[in-house]
């Protein structure tokens, strides 16, 4: 079975604070997402990464950077935390396009409040 | 871009009972998948399901891609059938994944 980890289910942090969200995935796979999910906003994307040290902008990046220095490895950074980004962290990962089957597994998710 | 369409929002249903969820989308997808999110915020994989019929124990799920739609079947619900239920499109190679709004079920013991 596929395995999504994240770091923490519950984070809570201080504004201006840097945050580090770290999600593992242990099925080789190449593509891996950061969504976040607030009350009728649904699942909004923020990164994604093709590759190692590849990453590409979602729908929301604004605010966030990533990394991606091992395959199996991809971190969410909150430069500096604002209030706005309290919110339900998920992370993804999916084989990729070259595999024809294109199917997102997800971590638990990590419940971000910031004060 | 594609719009995925879920219906119906929201669900109450009493134990037992049988239901019928169902996702239109706007485009040609390549890929197709049902979530149930749980209370703790976990999204759980149902059915990798871009054409045809799958089922697993009391879920079944057909997608009729020609006609852009997918209708996800509970039957004999439970308790621990509650929380949302997500569709998600995707083209192949397009690494966006499209979600819909969700249908909040709630099961009634």
């Known amino acids: 079975d596929v395995k999504v980890t994240q770091s923490s289910r519950y984070l809570v942090k201080r504004t201006g604070e840097k945050v580090f969200l770290e999600c593992v995935q242990d099925?080789?796979?190449?593509?891996m997402f950061w969504y976040r999910q607030d009350p009728g906003l649904g699942l909004r994307l923020i990164y994604f990464s093709y590759d190692v040290k590849m990453k590409e902008k979602g729908d929301i990046p604004e605010g966030y950077s990533v990394s991606r220095e091992k395959k199996e490895r991809f971190s969410l950074i909150l430069e500096s935390a604002s209030t706005n980004q309290t919110s339900m962290y998920l992370c993804?990962?999916?084989?990729?396009?070259?595999?024809?089957?294109?199917?997102?597994?997800f971590g638990p998710g990590t419940r971000l409040t910031v004060l | 871009g594609i719009q995925v369409e879920q219906s119906p929002p929201d669900l109450i249903l009493q134990e037992g009972a049988n239901s019928t969820l169902r996702c239109n989308f706007s485009?040609?997808?390549?890929?197709l998948q049902w979530f149930h999110q749980n209370p703790w915020g976990q999204l759980i994989n149902l059915f990798y399901?871009?054409?045809g019929t799958k089922q697993n124990g009391r879920l079944s799920a057909t997608t009729v891609a020609t006609e852009r739609y997918s209708l996800l079947y509970i039957s004999s619900s439970q308790t621990t059938d509650s929380g949302v239920y997500f569709c998600?499109?995707?083209?192949?190679?397009?690494?966006?994944?499209?979600f819909g709004a969700g249908t909040r079920l709630f099961v009634k013991a």
């Open positions: 993804a990962s999916s084989s990729p396009p070259s595999h024809r089957i294109d199917e997102q597994f």
């Open positions: 998600a499109v995707s083209y192949t190679g397009g690494f966006k994944t499209i």
């Open positions: 485009d040609s997808v390549n890929n």
């Open positions: 399901i871009p054409s």
């Open positions: 099925m080789d796979h190449e593509n």
